[in-house]
Every structure is written in structure tokens, then in C-alpha cells.
């Protein structure tokens, strides 16, 4: 069973029919069964289409043995192994198909148990089934596309020169200064509950508080200030209490962070990005692609294909403020300089105002992290988020503030624990230079190019608050 020779169907089907006898591993999707042959199709994940096998139980010269044991055990989910040859097909939508000449079943999937009996369920019900899930079209199909589409940001930094880091997950400090924190802890809670005696962090396992990281990125800049061009993409872990479809709590993120690049190098790099990203899923993927477009968002190989060749517009948080105040329509929560934008302006913005994607940058400092670059006005900071459409905000970053005393003073006045930045203070203490960053929320980049509906559903295992199956 070596997997280097093993044929897998997506390069099958591309294949001519010939007289080779070729072995297949693979799971059955549907299984159609008569008096003189049978018709079943194949799926090894490789593809969204699968291969349609037939068995001919017609007495001919090939003597093909009676497989008819094989055939009844034969269920929609059973994995199995077939061997045949592969035949020009007569039916639609395939070129070959398998004259199938042996069958094994290797794995049974009992009908009356086995869950995935029709052809489209909900996506609700698929979320219970999360283990089982990935044997569907739509899963198939956002799986492979998110697999591209992380393939395709290596590719994209690694091209640049960017080096691939890779930062902590268990942090001392919070990174966005938003407190939305999982804390990672040893100690006895139950224990420490029952004693009622206050919590003492020596006695924990890094002597001090610990928690998951929201964010790579201060780690990453002790990297940038370093290599000068770096990126990171891992998991990054989040305790809003966000019950959204662009929210989770444990989510993946690509953080590139350069030296010598300030907030308009940074917008290009952003724009790079992303039309990148679209461009690479869309020729190699093409299938999925074509999939999503016919059934889960008409038109969106056409809107992808148009952003992946655009200029991203740009506009300032005035601006967009401005744009939303004069909208020819109302929003629940109402609009003012100051306010941070929510997902309701966002999309105005992008879907409505502009129509494509849209970068907003230079945002009031009271709705961003300590760590932005102030603006001369002393209002502002040198902030940069990537609205795209149907989806809101898919890149946060900025330039970042290089400047010791201005970032000591704006630590303090958000009332930020200065000793726990200590390390960060370094590097504008020794050979500081301007740089920034951003953030891309991969589970709302395969959103956004899939077409799906709820971020939990981009996700092999989504965690939510309030859920952490499987
Ligand atoms: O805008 P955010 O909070 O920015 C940062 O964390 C910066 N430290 C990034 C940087 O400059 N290096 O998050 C960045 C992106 C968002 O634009 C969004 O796409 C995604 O991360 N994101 C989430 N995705 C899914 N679930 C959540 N709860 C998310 N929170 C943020
Ligand atoms: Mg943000």
C-alpha cells in the first residue's frame, strides 16, 4: 500500500482510458444497484468530484467475479478498495469512469447508523457532526480551499523574503490591551475554592499569571527589528463573548511585521496580500471555486476575480465617518465621530459606499492598542484595517509607535502594567526604527473566499464560546 504509487482520483479523471488495471482507495458516496450492473461513486478527498465505478454483472469474457456480497455490504460511507480499468464514460460531467473488476469492502458504514444518508443537510446539523462533517461536498471543498489558501500566504511571504516565525502561545502580556484573555493556569482552582484563601502565582507554574496569546505580533516586532522582514501564522485565542458568525475564540492568524515600513508601505503590502491570495485559490482551485459559486454565493468567482486585479481604495476613519453620517439609509447603532465601527458600517462601507474592498486608516487612539503611532493631531493614531465585502473587517494592523517616551506615555495613560512591556520598551530603546504590521484573520480570509455564511463552518473543529466539541 505505498502512497507514492497509489493513483488518487483527482489525477484519475484527468487521465485516458487504457487497459491498465488500477487500484483505488476510497469512500462510496452514492451506490445505485440493479439486475445487470451496478453504479456507485467514489470520493478520496482529493476532489469535489468524485469517480463513478461500475460493475457489470452481466456473465462476459472478463470474467469478473460475482461480487454481489461485496455490492449488498456496499453502503453510502463505506470505505473500500477497487480495482478496474478505466473506460471512456458515455454519462455527462465525466470524461472516464472505473470498470470495476474487483471490490473490498474495508470499512462498513451501517445505513441506519451512519448519519450523512442525504444529499444536503444544514449546516446546523453538520456543526454536530464536526468529525464527520469533512466527508461532504461543501466541507471537501472548504477544506481544500483552505488548505490553498495557507499554502498561498507562505508562498507570498516566502517569495518576499519574509522569514516564518513562530511565536509563543502561552504570554505573560496581552497584546491588544483588551483583556479578553484565556488564562493558563496549574493550580488547583477546586482546591483554591474550597480553602477560600487567596491565589498566590508564585505557587503557579510560570510563578506569575499566564494566558493564551491574542495576537504574535510583540513578539514578532522583537523578530522584525531583528530580520527586518518576518511573519507568523498560528493559532491565536480570543474570550469574547462574540456569538457572531465572524467570531471564535481559538482562530489562525498570519501576522507579517517589517522594519523600515511605515502605514503606506504597509497598506501596499495589505493590498499585495490579499490579491494574491485570491488570485493563487482561484487558479488552483478552480473546482471548489466554481462549487462555492453555484451553491453557496452566486457571482463570487466573478467579484473575486475582479478584487484580485483592483486597487484597494482608501479612505480615512473621517472620511468613513462622514460617508456613514450622509448614508441614504439608518443604522442600529448610531454613527459619530469616536465610535468604533461596527460590522453594520463596515459593510455599508464596502459593500455599499465603495463596492469592493476598502482600507480605512488613521483611527481616534481611544478605540486602538497602546502600541499604534500617533498622528500629529494627537487625536489619531496611524491604524489600518481592510474592510472587504459581505464580511466587514479582515485585516487589523498599523504602523507602530518606535518612539520610547511617546510609547511609555501612551502605556500609562491607558493604565497598562509598564513592567510587563519592559522587554517591548528594548527595542525602541536600542536601534528603534519606524515599523508596522498587520493581522489577517484566516478563518474570515476562507469565509470571505468561500462564500460561507458562518466562520464556524471554515474551521475543521470550531471552538466558540460555548462550544468545544470534538
Ligand atoms: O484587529 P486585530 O485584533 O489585530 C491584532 O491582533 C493585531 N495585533 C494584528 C497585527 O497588527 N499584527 O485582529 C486581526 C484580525 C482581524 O482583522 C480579524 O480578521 C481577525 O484577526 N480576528 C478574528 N477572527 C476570528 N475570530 C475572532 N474572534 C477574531 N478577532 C480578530
Ligand atoms: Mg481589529
Known amino acids: 500500500m505505498s502512497y507514492t504509487t497509489r493513483k488518487r482520483i483527482a489525477q484519475l479523471r484527468e487521465t485516458d482510458p487504457s487497459d491498465e488495471l488500477i487500484e483505488i482507495f476510497a469512500w462510496v458516496r452514492t451506490k445505485r444497484d440493479s439486475k445487470n450492473v451496478c453504479f456507485f461513486e467514489l470520493n478520496d478527498g482529493s476532489s469535489l468530484k468524485g469517480l463513478q465505478a461500475i460493475i457489470d454483472k452481466a456473465p462476459n469474457e472478463s470474467g469478473t467475479p460475482d461480487l454481489q456480497d461485496e455490492i449488498d455490504r456496499m453502503q453510502t460511507g463505506c470505505s473500500i478498495r477497487v480495482a478496474g480499468r478505466l473506460v471512456e464514460s458515455p454519462g455527462k460531467g465525466q470524461s472516464v469512469e472505473l470498470a470495476c473488476t474487483d471490490l473490498e469492502i474495508i470499512g462498513e458504514a451501517p445505513a441506519d447508523e451512519y448519519p450523512l444518508q442525504k444529499k444536503r443537510h444544514s449546516f446546523e446539523f453538520l456543526r454536530e457532526i464536526a468529525h464527520l462533517r469533512g466527508r461532504t461536498n461543501t466541507f471537501g471543498a472548504v477544506m481544500r480551499v483552505r488548505n490553498e489558501l495557507s499554502y498561498a500566504v507562505h508562498r507570498f511571504f516566502q517569495d518576499r523574503g519574509f522569514l516564518y516565525i513562530q511565536t509563543p502561545i502561552i504570554t505573560a502580556s496581552d497584546a491588544e490591551g483588551a483583556g479578553a484573555l484565556f488564562q493558563v493556569t496549574t493550580m488547583d482552582l477546586d482546591g483554591l475554592a474550597r480553602s477560600g484563601g487567596p491565589v498566590d502565582y508564585q505557587h503557579d507554574f510560570f510563578g506569575k499569571p499566564a494566558f493564551l496569546t491574542v495576537s504574535g505580533q510583540l513578539n514578532a516586532e522583537a523578530y522584525a527589528t531583528a530580520l527586518e522582514r518576518v511573519y507568523t501564522f498560528g493559532p491565536t485565542f480570543r474570550a469574547e463573548h462574540s456569538n457572531t458568525t465572524r467570531h471564535l475564540a481559538e482562530f489562525w492568524m498570519i501576522e507579517p511585521e517589517m522594519a523600515f515600513c511605515d502605514l503606506e508601505c504597509n497598506v501596499e503590502l495589505a493590498a499585495d496580500f490579499v490579491r494574491a491570495l485570491l488570485s493563487a485559490v482561484l487558479e488552483r482551485s478552480p473546482e471548489d471555486m466554481r462549487f462555492f459559486d453555484e451553491r453557496i454565493e452566486k457571482g463570487i ?61 488613521d483611527y481616534p487612539k481611544e478605540i486602538k492598542a497602546f502600541y499604534m503611532k500617533q498622528n500629529p493631531d494627537g487625536k489619531t493614531v ?80 470550531p471552538r466558540a464560546v460555548g462550544s468545544a466539541e470534538f
Open 382 to 461: 496611524r491604524a489600518m484595517d481592510v474592510l472587504v465585502p459581505r464580511l466587514g473587517e479582515i485585516i487589523g494592523g498599523s504602523q507602530r509607535e518606535e518612539d520610547h517616551d511617546a510609547l511609555v506615555t501612551r502605556i500609562e495613560e491607558m493604565g497598562l502594567p509598564r513592567e510587563a512591556y519592559s522587554w517591548y520598551l528594548d527595542l525602541r530603546r536600542f536601534g528603534t526604527v519606524p515599523h508596522s504590521g498587520f493581522g489577517l484573520g484566516f478563518e474570515r480570509l476562507v469565509r470571505y473566499v468561500t462564500g460561507m455564511q458562518n466562520i464556524r463552518d471554515v474551521i475543521p473543529f
Open 301 to 361: 468567482f466573478a467579484d473575486l476575480e475582479r478584487v484580485a486585479t483592483s486597487t484597494f481604495e482608501h479612505m480615512t476613519y473621517t472620511d468613513a465617518i462622514s460617508a456613514l453620517e450622509t448614508a441614504p439609509r439608518s443604522f442600529d447603532y448610531p454613527v459619530s465621530w469616536g465610535i468604533d465601527l461596527q460590522t453594520e458600517h463596515e459593510k455599508y462601507l464596502t459593500d455599499e459606499y465603495i463596492k469592493g474592498p476598502v482600507v480605512v486608516t
